[in-house]
């Protein structure tokens, strides 16, 4: 639970955030608390490659009741698949051009209505094939943020992989 200015998120530790990112959302909601306090805007946007942050300031927003609309913005991907990130320029030449990143995102969204452990073991085994190590990988319900066994209603796919110094988080949104 990430309780903090009002704002309290059950069960958030059971969806897609790992052990590293709790101290980071408490951190996030407190200095965009203070920030949106400062400034008094009418919308804020955050980008949907951190779901889970997206979805978590959403919510403070609404528990709060900020007079704000949180929009989320798309997330973009380079050429080769991976979601666009500052911290992309560090994985190697290398690492970018396996295949296999490629073909797990394609993996992410390719079906629909699937038992998520299915997807999940075929995501872990792919990245861990090449060579890289899953901090997590979750399969949650888009609003809650909730674990899913199966996919039945709208969800979200949120991993994040170590590869080599370098952790890249990464999600696919789930449409049913």
């Not at 951190?27 to 008094?40: D, P, Q, S």
């Not at 973009?76 to 190697?92: E, F, I």
């Not at 690492?95 to 209505?113: F, N, Y």
Request: glycine fraction near 8%; proline fraction near 3%.
């Amino acid at each position: 639970m990430v309780t903090g200015h009002g704002s309290e998120l059950k069960n958030w530790r059971r969806g897609c955030v790992g052990v590293v990112d709790l101290f980071s959302l408490k951190g996030v909601a407190t200095i965009v608390t203070k920030l949106f306090n400062v400034v008094e805007p009418d919308v804020a946007v955050f980008g949907k490659k951190d779901y889970q942050q997206w979805r978590i300031i959403e919510r403070m927003v609404r528990d709060l009741d900020f007079g704000i609309k949180i929009i989320g913005a798309e997330l973009l991907r380079d050429p080769d698949g991976l979601a666009k990130s500052s911290r992309n320029v560090h994985p190697s030449p290398e690492q970018r051009k396996k295949k296999e990143l490629t073909e797990t995102l394609k993996a992410m969204s390719g079906e629909k209505k699937a038992r998520t452990t299915k997807l999940k073991d075929l995501v872990i085994k792919t990245i861990h094939e090449a060579g890289g190590k899953v901090d997590y990988a979750e399969i949650v319900d888009q609003e809650s943020l909730e674990v899913l066994e199966e996919i039945k209603s709208p969800a979200v796919f949120c991993i994040a992989v170590w590869f080599g110094n370098v952790r890249l988080l990464d999600n696919v949104e789930i449409a049913v």
